[in-house]
């Protein structure tokens, strides 16, 4: 077991996708059964693979603790309680709201079978262990970060609504092939329970805690942030297997692959920009990553080459004006250090 435990503290960016890949693909399978045939006892152990890089990056910040516990379990239980309240919560808003699926008490106290892992990542960070905590305390904290999340909310819809008019000019889709619904309250209610429910189910606490809070300050410890999100890029991509297979994408196709690696870099590029520029927030990076996912689902016909191509542009300004060629000073907040016996 030490061994064991003195291979992830000198080896933690290889262990991370290792326990990722282990949890995501080894559970990964009930992710088919669950949305084509309609096993939802399965969906519990779907959850949890959907949680893979967050809980990997739990697993390894703990093992690598050096530091003794810190406070009492009774704030950690109070903050799962609350945690587990506000996503079941957004899951049954979701469920309800989006999905229109029917309201019932056994689908109630399902809900919150389902949200369990989900609850658990963000209770840790009130861990008391240090590093846990200290790991996940940007998830929760949006002092300092106001400027940055609110930029991370509109940008990638703005894009989206940018390139509607650039394909209408380039003679591809005229803006009239977009339906434009009237702003209501209840558009924008929509819009918030779909907004949160992507946030919390899993594009803030099963991905970006993982990628971006975990992975990414580890790999910019030793290459740029160029290099690092190219990289990281490589196993954010093949880590969607099971999601995308089961919606039905040729995921057997190796042009299928490439394609979604050239697509996905210049999002990849976009997210770790924002964690970079907020100092290293999870938070910001999962409100970006939530947004995007948000405005695909409202705007679902769009023409996604020349989308593609929008982003691509974004992402080069940002790669250029921060140089991201550049390796990132060690003192950087984005940037990993190891933990010090005295924290």
Request: proline content about 7%.
């Amino acid at each position: 077991m030490n061994r064991l435990t003195n291979w992830i503290k000198s080896y933690q960016i290889t262990a991370f996708f290792i326990i990722t890949f282990a949890i995501s693909w080894g559970l990964g399978f009930t992710l088919d059964p669950v949305l084509k045939k309609g096993v939802f006892l399965l969906a519990p152990l779907a959850f949890i693979a959907l949680c893979g890089p967050a809980l990997a990056g739990i697993i390894i910040s703990a093992v690598c603790n050096n530091q003794p516990k810190q406070e009492t379990t009774r704030t950690y239980w109070i903050a799962f309680l609350v945690a587990w309240g506000l996503s079941a919560l957004v899951f049954l808003a979701n469920n309800t709201f989006i999905n229109h699926a029917p309201f019932s008490p056994v689908m109630v106290g399902f809900s919150f079978v389902l949200v369990a892992p989900v609850a658990f990542v963000i209770s840790m960070a009130y861990s008391r262990i240090p590093t846990v905590k200290s790991y996940l305390a940007s998830l929760i904290r949006l002092r300092g970060v106001w400027g940055w999340s609110l930029l991370a909310l509109v940008l990638t819809p703005a894009l989206v609504l940018l390139s509607i008019p650039i394909s209408s000019l380039l003679g591809r889709q005229p803006i009239a092939a977009h339906q434009f619904p009237e702003i209501s309250l209840a558009l924008i209610g929509l819009v918030a329970v779909k907004f949160f429910y992507q946030l919390f189910f899993f594009n803030a606490t099963g991905e970006e805690v993982g990628w971006r809070g975990f992975a990414l300050p580890r790999m910019q410890s030793l290459t740029n942030p160029l290099v690092a999100c190219l990289v990281l890029n490589l196993f954010w991509a093949l880590w969607h297997l099971f999601p995308w297979m089961a919606e039905g994408r040729p995921v057997f196709s190796p042009e299928y692959w490439a394609r979604t690696y050239l697509e996905l870099v210049p999002g990849t590029v976009t997210l770790g920009w924002f964690y970079n520029r907020s100092k290293g927030s999870i938070l910001v990076a999962g409100i970006a990553h939530a947004a995007a996912n948000t405005a695909y689902a409202f705007f679902p016909n769009l023409d996604w080459p020349v989308f593609n191509w929008t982003v691509a542009v974004a992402a080069l300004v940002m790669i250029v004006v921060d140089r991201m060629w550049k390796k990132l000073p060690p003192d950087h907040p984005a940037v990993y250090r190891e933990p010090t016996p005295d924290g």
